[in-house]
């Protein structure tokens, strides 16, 4: 029998994680379902990739005059929009708009401010229990640009207040924005994000290290506490998600 090659580098090791077909513990033990955890280190492995010196954007490899990765074009993705599909009509405060993560490039206008405002919002019924996020994106002193929500599985509110963070911040990553200014109504994880509390919670830690892992591929980086009031539509999204789950 062949022995089958080890992964030598970080890409490997998660292309290999993602090929699996026993993901189920390490799924249920990030409180995910396998579809999710697959899509997740998707990601992550583009993410890696993205950081490698001299890597090209994968939009730009079919391209035979695509820029290169170390130029500033290269770095900066198109600031219009590509959505997949229609936007979504019935989200709640925020009118018709796209999901998200049908949202290929920099969703920013070219006109106006370079810097992606983002409220974010973790909901748990039972905390913990069933949970959900919700996530809105805008541009500053400018327009609601897109919304996310979805069910997460069993979580705490502080777990499904991280994952709201993490999901916001790769999609940012992912649409290559430099500037994003967070805000969100968890003082705790406001705090442990700017470092002033410890992050002593076992299930948080690796929310938390994803979330600093991503925040540093950013240009800029700010996370800011709001009142609830000021965060109603990322909070009505993630009920929302809990409301429609079967």
Not at 215 to 233: I, M, Y
Request: proline share 6%.
């Amino acid at each position: 029998m062949a022995t089958k090659k080890q992964p030598e580098t970080l890409t490997d090791l998660l292309k290999t994680l993602e090929r699996s077909t026993d993901l189920r513990s390490l799924a249920r033990d990030c409180g995910l379902s396998v579809r999710e955890l697959r899509r997740r280190l998707a990601i992550w492995r583009r993410a890696v990739v993205a950081a490698e010196p001299g890597s090209v954007p994968e939009a730009d490899r079919s391209r035979p005059d695509g820029p290169s990765a170390g130029s500033k074009a290269g770095r900066k993705a198109s600031p219009k929009a590509s959505p997949k599909a229609s936007p979504k009509k019935d989200d709640p405060g925020t009118g018709d708009l796209t999901d998200a993560s049908l949202i290929d490039s920099n969703p920013l206008p070219a006109k106006g401010s370079r810097i992606l405002e983002v409220f974010t919002d973790g909901a748990s019924r039972g905390n913990p229990g069933p949970a959900s996020i919700g996530i809105v994106f805008r541009q500053k002193g400018g327009p609601t640009l897109a919304v996310h929500s979805e069910c997460i599985g069993r979580a705490t509110n502080n777990m499904a207040e991280y994952r709201a963070v993490v999901t916001a911040l790769e999609h940012c990553v992912r649409w290559q924005v430099g500037k994003v200014h967070l805000f969100m109504d968890s003082e705790l994880i406001v705090r442990q994000l700017k470092g002033i509390y410890r992050v002593k919670s076992q299930d948080l830690r690796p929310l938390y290290q994803q979330a600093v892992f991503l925040t540093r591929k950013l240009e800029e980086f700010k996370v800011t506490h709001v009142k609830r009031a000021l965060n109603q539509e990322a909070d009505a999204l993630a009920n929302k998600a809990l409301d429609a789950r079967k």
